[in-house]
Antibody
Framework: QLQLQESGPGLVKPSETLSLTCTVS??????????WGWIRQPPGKGLEWLGT???????YYNPSLESRVTMFVDTSKNQFSLRLSSVTAADTAVYYC?????????????WGQGTLVTVSS | EIVLTQSPGTLSLSPGERATLSCRAS???????FAWYQQKPGQAPRLLIY???SRATGIPDRFSGSGSGTDFTLTISRLEPEDFAVYYC????????FGQGTKVEIK
């Protein structure tokens, strides 16, 4: 059964870069045609799609964050990663990695448990 | 960007009752690219409905979706105890955005 697990620092200083990794188990990133995505949720608030990456490395980013977001895949480690630069307190959120269902890369059917990242000095 | 506005913010109902949740888009959502998710406290969201009315794998048939253009509805025909949660709508026609959520709570 597919499992996704986010990892990375829980505390990031303002103006620095947030870096998270999602480790995939129960399936290979490189053996399927799936995309892989990141979504975040500020405490007590709604969901925000950050971006999506294909195993080939092609990416789709949320236009409102595109200048600060980078995603990449490491097929040798069965991982994909998120970097968000120049963070502020507004970037404090639970960050989820997810895999879409086959129907469309926007439809997230499998999710990690989420990891809280707090931006504070 | 398409902005999604969900109503009501909170819906207070009893088990067995029918729940009707609404989501209005700031512009027309093309190709029926519209979905609904359920989220329980401390858990990741779960995909319920996509393509306006198609149920995702394993979703019971008491959940149904409808709508077109700018107005969409999620209906839960008879609320089960496990259905009390927050529900989010999503459009994926023009970038991908979510609504702010509707909480379905026990009355």
């Amino acid at each position: 059964q597919l499992q996704l697990q986010e990892s990375g620092p829980g505390l990031v200083k303002p103006s620095e870069t947030l870096s998270l990794t999602c480790t995939v188990s129960g399936g290979s990133i490189s053996s399927t045609s799936y995309h892989w995505g990141w979504i975040r949720q500020p405490p007590g608030k709604g969901l925000e799609w950050l971006g999506t990456i294909h195993k080939s490395g092609s990416t789709y980013y949320n236009p409102s964050l595109e200048s600060r977001v980078t995603m990449f895949v490491d097929t040798s480690k069965n991982q994909f990663s998120l970097r968000l630069s120049s963070v502020t307190a507004a970037d404090t959120a639970v960050y989820y990695c997810a895999r879409p269902i086959e129907s469309h890369p926007a439809l997230f059917g499998s999710w990690g448990q989420g990891t809280l990242v707090t931006v504070s000095s | 960007e398409i902005v999604l506005t969900q109503s009501p913010g909170t819906l207070s109902l009893s088990p067995g009752e029918r729940a009707t949740l609404s989501c209005r888009a700031s512009q027309s959502v093309t190709n029926n690219y519209f979905a609904w998710y359920q989220q329980k406290p401390g858990q990741a969201p779960r995909l319920l409905i996509y393509g306006v009315s198609s149920r995702a794998t394993g979703i019971p048939d008491r959940f149904s979706g409808s709508g077109s253009g700018t107005d969409f509805t999620l209906t839960i025909s008879r609320l089960e105890p496990e259905d009390f949660a927050v529900y989010y709508c999503q459009q994926y026609a023009n970038s991908w955005t979510f609504g702010q959520g509707t909480k379905v709570e026990i009355k």
